[in-house]
């Protein structure tokens, strides 16, 4: 049995978790990460854990995780989508959680675009 302290840790790291994973209001920025079974296959379930991980490490409040189903562009999997508001979105293709980690800092943090993993570099 896990003493009160383990279970009162889990309890609050999934309140934070259900937190990041929750609707977005107008201000929030959104990250779609393409969880149809082709894009599970090649490897979207590590990518949406870096995601998640890496937003609750930085303690990102404005920053609300989803996950849609096929987004038809199956030879691009795993594919994540950037909403910024008043922005255009941004898709990423081949996305690995090393990347998601990079895509997190340097777009979603600092609003640098990773260029290189977008899908208008692999056209």
Do not use: F, W
């Not at 003493?3 to 929750?22: F, P």
């Not at 979207?44 to 303690?59: G, Q, T």
């Amino acid at each position: 049995m896990k003493t009160l302290e383990e279970l009162q840790a889990i309890r609050d790291r999934m309140k934070t978790q259900m937190a990041s994973r929750g609707a977005a209001d107008g201000d929030d920025i959104k990250i779609v990460v393409g969880m149809a079974t082709c894009g599970i296959a090649a490897g979207a379930r590590p990518v949406l854990n870096a995601i998640i991980e890496e937003v609750e490490n930085r303690k990102l409040e404005n920053v609300k995780v989803t996950q849609t189903g096929c987004i038809g562009m199956c030879k691009l999997e795993p594919l994540v989508d950037v909403i910024v508001p008043g922005k255009e979105k941004v898709t990423y293709v081949h996305v690995t959680p090393e990347k998601a980690r990079r895509i997190v800092a340097s777009h979603v943090v600092n609003g640098n675009v990773v260029a290189e993993y977008t899908m208008n570099a692999k056209a």
